[in-house]
């Protein structure tokens, strides 16, 4: 079977590619290798999969119609797409706004119209976020809930892919599942994130931030149980009866179920390394919230999605990977 990935040279598509490969799918990737964060990480990553004979890569951008319409043409045996490339980040789209409506918005709806071009496909998985919740208070966050109060332009943008892959769905019965991560951390994660940004800052001996006075809960996800729900996910395509109520789109919250005070997940960081952290605290930062934590009832359901991996164990294998990484 050929898959293609998106955002491939991106943290959350570099273990998916390698679970694919794993499996013995044939991989296309492409990304367009942004500098949002440091180039050399993606390429790192990509080096992994390049060794792989069952992955090809193309350097492009998701939200070029002409160019995308172009990598369908010439490979009309994709039959799956995992389409998680995007631009991350909740603080950088308060300072570059531009750059989400083009990625997520433009790049959406790119990956849906030209999904159309491929004879074969049976379905298209996409990345959504925690951040769709927005100014929801009440816990845990369901995918029965009501979205439509995002508190960033990056939520917006991803509430606003939602709501595109459903429109296709509707309109031409493409199978689409969109994933809403809850804050994924493991080895190769991304430097803008906490686990990396901490350890950089624990190791070099300068003061962390910490917002709204360490007063956060995250749902943090190790990256494996992040990978098990995408693949079991892109196995479980929703079904089309072809009633007009039951479109074939689905959304489902991949979290850990286990919302970990901010805190605790920075004491065992300082476990793992060996130092303790100089701790700078920090009103809360616009686009944020105060707490998350993923309602997995209808992933586990329909997916059998369970996590199994604790902070306890999963920080210390981030912490490995960094040290290292960093020692290359």
């Not at 790119?110 to 919740?133: G, M, Q």
């Not at 479109?247 to 303790?276: C, M, V, W």
Request: with cysteine.
């Amino acid at each position: 079977m050929t898959i293609l990935v998106t955002g491939a040279a991106g943290f959350i598509g570099y273990h998916t590619s390698q679970a694919l490969l794993k499996r013995g799918e044939v991989v296309i990737g492409i990304d367009n290798l942004n500098d949002y964060y440091p180039v050399k990480l993606k390429q790192a990553r990509l080096a992994h999969l390049e060794s792989h004979p069952g992955f090809r890569f193309f350097q492009m951008d998701i939200a070029d119609p002409a160019g995308m319409a172009q990598l369908m043409h010439d490979n009309q045996n994709i039959s799956r797409i995992v389409h998680l490339a995007s631009q991350a980040g909740v603080r950088y789209s308060l300072e570059n706004p531009y750059a989400y409506i083009q990625a997520n918005v433009m790049g959406q709806t790119v990956i849906c119209e030209t999904a159309r071009l491929l004879p074969h496909l049976t379905h298209v998985v996409y990345a959504s976020s925690s951040s769709v919740y927005g100014a929801n208070t009440a816990l845990p966050f369901s995918v029965e809930d009501r979205v439509d109060h995002p508190v960033s332009l990056y939520a917006a943008t991803k509430r606003s892919a939602e709501l595109i892959a459903a429109t296709y769905a509707r309109l031409y019965r493409i199978p689409l599942t969109g994933l809403r991560f809850f804050t994924v951390y493991g080895p190769w994660g991304r430097p803008d994130m906490a686990a990396y940004l901490f350890a950089d800052a624990i190791t070099a001996g300068r003061p962390i931030k910490v917002f709204n006075h360490g007063k956060m809960l995250r749902d943090f996800t190790y990256i494996d149980d992040i990978i098990a729900g995408t693949l079991a996910a892109l196995d479980h395509p929703p079904q089309d009866d072809g009633g007009p109520d039951n479109i074939p789109h689905r959304t489902y919250n991949l979290g850990s179920h286990r919302p970990e005070a901010l805190i605790d997940f920075i004491a065992i960081l300082e476990q793992a390394l060996g130092i303790k952290a100089q701790i700078d605290l920090q009103p809360m930062q616009p686009g944020d919230v105060a707490a998350t934590y993923a309602d997995i009832a209808a992933s586990q359901r329909d997916l059998g999605f369970e996590p199994v991996t604790p902070l306890s164990v999963g920080l210390p294998r981030f912490v490995s990977w960094y040290r290292e990484y960093n020692r290359t």
